[in-house]
């Protein structure tokens, strides 16, 4: 079982998460803090292994909290505040939690942080997600959202980060991934991207066809598509020029991206 703290300065924003954990008995609440004094003082008399930590607090903040202590805790934030999200990845948050927080979104933040305390512990105590992930041995770097819309087929894509721009068109794009309120851009040249954006806005934005929705969390650039390998009946390996893996996709998005290339493949 996990422990976890919670730091609000909000009572009712305390409460919320509270309930929301009571969904999952692997995780034992054991205390909470509405300040950065007290907080400090619990964490360094009962060091938790998880904290659902405020940024806004009414005698400071919560990276504040964090650069108090010497061995910090895995933190996931829960925020309204968008616009820290860099930070917050900046200081290997587990997740950035922005309110008010869904089960489904606290779910998930949890299979993150079951995934980095307890790795082989994670599978068997938290349902898996309905949509694969990709197999990616980078780190994305978190960014700030697509500054515009793409103006004509064809046009760059401009990503904003905190230190530099990048210029992407829409043939330099392998595949995005949903990631909570967050969207993983794969690019075919250099590392992936973490954006503020939900994957169905970046749908809006690119051409279709080559891009192609897969499921809830999934869409792929299918100019890109190099093979389809199926080991079993319910079980795909789709191959990416520019992913280092292959895509491990279910029976549903196998068929999605079938039906996608036999309507293309049609005079």
């Given amino acids: 079982m996990l422990s976890a703290v ?33 907080a400090l003082d619990l964490l360094v008399r009962e060091p ?4 659902f930590l405020d940024i ?14 010497e061995t910090p805790p895995h933190v996931i934030f829960v925020t ?6 860099v930070e917050a990845f900046a200081v290997d948050a587990v997740d950035y939690l922005l309110k008010p927080v869904s089960p489904e979104r606290l779910a998930d933040a949890l299979r993150r942080a079951l995934r980095r305390i307890a790795p082989n ?9 309905s949509v694969p992930s990709l197999s990616s041995a980078e780190t994305p770097t978190p960014t700030a959202e697509p500054s515009q819309a793409l103006s004509a087929p064809g046009a760059p894509l401009e990503l904003r980060t905190p230190h530099r721009t990048v210029f992407a068109s829409p043939s330099e794009i ?3 991934r949903a990631d909570g309120d967050f969207t993983r851009v794969f690019l075919a040249s250099q590392p992936p991207l973490m954006m503020l954006r939900t994957l169905g806005t970046f749908e809006t934005l ?12 999934l869409m792929v650039n299918c100019d890109r598509l190099r093979s389809i390998e199926t080991p079993s009946r ?14 491990i996709l279910g029976r549903a998005a196998t068929g999605r991206l079938r039906e996608a290339l036999a309507e293309k493949a049609r005079p």
């Fill in 48 to 51: 938790p292994d998880l904290v």
């Fill in 206 to 217: 690119l051409p279709r066809p080559p891009f192609l929705r897969l499921g809830r969390s």
């Fill in 234 to 247: 319910d079980r795909a390996h789709v191959a990416l020029e520019g992913l280092p893996a292959p895509l």
């Fill in 56 to 69: 806004e607090l009414s005698d400071g903040s919560g990276f504040e909290l964090l650069q108090a202590l």
């Fill in 6 to 38: 919670i730091v609000d300065d909000e009572v009712r924003a305390r409460r919320a998460i509270a309930r929301l954990l009571e969904a999952h008995p692997q995780v034992r609440v054991a205390g909470e803090a509405d300040c950065v004094e007290d």
């Fill in 121 to 129: 512990a994670a599978s068997l105590s938290m349902p898996s997600p």
């Fill in 80 to 85: 309204a505040h968008a616009q820290h999200a």
């Fill in 174 to 176: 392998v595949a995005l």
